[in-house]
């Protein structure tokens, strides 16, 4: 399995740097006014997918903190409360 996890990642990597050596022209952004700037293709697709990624990772993290909050309370708890004591059902007779 691992084998094919490396495998993938090789590919999904060589795909990457083909596109990005294809497709190394400039691409004028007209910002604000009359700024314009000359970006890369591959820069420019770079900078997108981090700027969507970014929020949807931090969500993510934010959820696993609150519930791992939440678990290290609940296990605190539990570990505060005292378990019962058995209880005998009848002495025990000594033996002569």
Do not use: C, Y
Not at 19 to 25: D, E, G, K, P, S
Not at 45 to 74: G, K
């Amino acid at each position: 399995m691992q084998f094919l996890k490396t495998v993938f990642w090789v590919l999904l990597a060589v795909l990457v740097a083909l596109f990005a050596v294809r497709n190394w022209t400039d691409v004028t952004l007209n910002l604000w006014g009359n700024i314009q700037a000359d970006v890369k293709i591959p820069i420019l697709m770079l900078v997108a997918f981090l700027l969507a990624w970014l929020p949807t990772w931090l969500i993510m993290r934010a959820r696993l903190w609150s519930v791992r909050r939440r678990l290290e309370a609940v296990d605190r708890q539990r570990a505060t409360m005292a378990a019962p004591e058995p209880v005998a059902d009848e002495p025990e007779m000594p033996v002569i």
